[in-house]
């Protein structure tokens, strides 16, 4: 598949938990994609995933599982380091030819925007992010990556190289049966950064691999 052609000739397997709905082409400021919109087939969940180049079985592949965040995608917060995480993949996979960005709606780590926000004024009194998330009666991390895992095969790649320091996410790829391996994606932080308790808490407490902090 190159990025001028279809998508829709995939075979769904009856197994997945995910279909293909929509597809198009789209130009961004670090190149072109292809947008794919992907549905749940056993919740309302809604994926959007960015593809480039030729997806090809057995093919090491650059795959980001990003997690929706509102704030830092769309605001450039710069409490967190995602909106620059996102920027930085999207690049990698620019640079690389090849590879896949999927837009995982899970906003908060899974608690959604309204409570995000909650646990940002807790985070205001001097909660750290899992304390905070903690004292609003939710777990330290919500989110689920079995759909994601079934749009990695529905796209039919085999070899992931995720782009990621998150080990929960690399595990539930591996625990779907699909080969995959870990590369780091590290944003260069001032020591002034806001974003810089927050990605210690995250190597901390919840064993992300972090160098930089
Ligand atoms: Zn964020």
């Known amino acids: 598949m190159s990025n001028s052609a279809s998508l829709s000739s995939i075979e769904p397997s009856l197994e997945l938990s995910v279909k293909l709905v929509a597809e198009a082409h789209l130009p961004t400021e ?90 940002y004024a807790l985070q205001d009194q001097g909660a750290d992010t899992v304390e905070a998330n903690l004292r609003l009666g939710f777990d330290v991390d919500e989110r689920q990556y079995d759909q994601c895992s079934d749009i990695i095969k529905l796209l039919g790649i085999t070899h992931v190289k995720l782009m990621s320091n998150n080990p929960d ?27 810089l308790d927050y990605l210690k808490t995250k190597k901390e407490k919840m064993g992300h691999l972090l160098s930089e902090v």
């Open 169 to 195: 996410k690399l595990s539930a790829l591996q625990q779907a049966g699909i080969t995959a391996e870990r590369v780091p994606l590290e944003i260069e932080l001032t020591t002034t950064s806001p974003a």
């Open 30 to 119: 670090v190149g072109d994609f292809r947008i794919l919109g992907i549905r749940s087939k056993v919740d309302n969940q809604e994926f959007v995933v960015l593809v480039k180049g030729e997806l090809k079985t057995n093919e090491p592949t650059l795959v980001r599982i990003h997690s929706q965040c509102l704030t830092g995608d769309v605001f450039h917060s710069i409490k967190c380091d995602c909106g620059r995480q996102l920027q930085a993949a999207m690049k990698k996979v620019a640079t690389a030819g090849l590879g896949v960005i999927i837009y995982h709606p899970q906003e908060g780590r899974g608690i959604g925007i309204i409570n995000k926000i909650r646990a």
